[in-house]
């Protein structure tokens, strides 16, 4: 009888033994609560407590995420938008979400809700379409002040949407594709400005081209004008100088002498010379140019014979 009961209080020890084994891991903390009175925290591990008076209460200490339920919220400029966000939170204290208050994540998406609300009501519509960090930001310290005697910290909200009315979106599609149709008109008139701009610089540049060629060509025209003159100038200065020289340094010749005379001759006839002077030298070879000379000078001056009638 006596091994018997050695044996149950044995077996009733050993049950104790495994009762009392108890096992964190490493992303948990535990409270161990004795007779209903917070005793210790535990690390991740192997720990022992008391088996029907003490009591073991895990923490998870990850990153949780809590979704908020979408909710319609009215803006600074009273238009009604459906906000949805989420938000993400990490335990800094096991023993004041445990005791410091009841149900954490209920309290925090409610908690959310009501701020989000006071946040986005004091935004008008567009700022509240555009503005998705400014409301992600103010949101978040508002839930890590309010969450620090929680033993929580919160490190992101994310807004997942931000939704205004069917016929608000509808009308923003309207002035967003008129937008854009004016902003491909406005592009689509830039290109034919600046197409037009260049095909007048071309135009101009040719133009100034066919200008400088013909300048260049009148140039050289010109230039060709003025040496084949001055050739002929020069041509004739020669003669002429050389007609002076045999006249009045040399002996000139009866011939040249003729010529000369003939030349005076045609100046009489025109009637732009009334004096004839022969050089004795040549007394004998003009002097039968001298009478035709005069003859030719009295036919001139008769008056022209009457018309018959």
Known sequence: MSGTLLIVILVFLFLMALMGIKTIRPYERA???RLGKYQRTVPPGLN??????????????RE??????PQEVITKDNATVTVDAIIYYEVTDPVKVLYNVAQFRLATVKLAQTNLRNVVGDLSLDESLTSRERINSKLRDVLDEATD????????????RIEPPEDVTQAMHRQMKAERERRAVVLEAEGFKTAAI??????KQAKILEAEGHAAAIQKVAEADKYRLLTVAEGEGQAVERVYSAIHKGNPTKDLITIKYLEALAKMADGKATKLFVPYEASGVMGSLGMIAEVLKEKKEEPAAPAKG
Request: glycine share 4%.
């Open 31 to 33: 409270c161990v609560e």
């Open 48 to 61: 022992f407590i008391v088996p029907f008076i003490e009591r073991l209460i895990k923490v998870d200490m």
């Open 64 to 69: 949780q995420v809590v979704d908020v339920p």
């Open 149 to 160: 005697k929680w033993g929580a910290r919160v490190t992101r909200v994310e807004l997942q």
């Open 198 to 203: 260049l095909r007048a610089d071309g135009e």
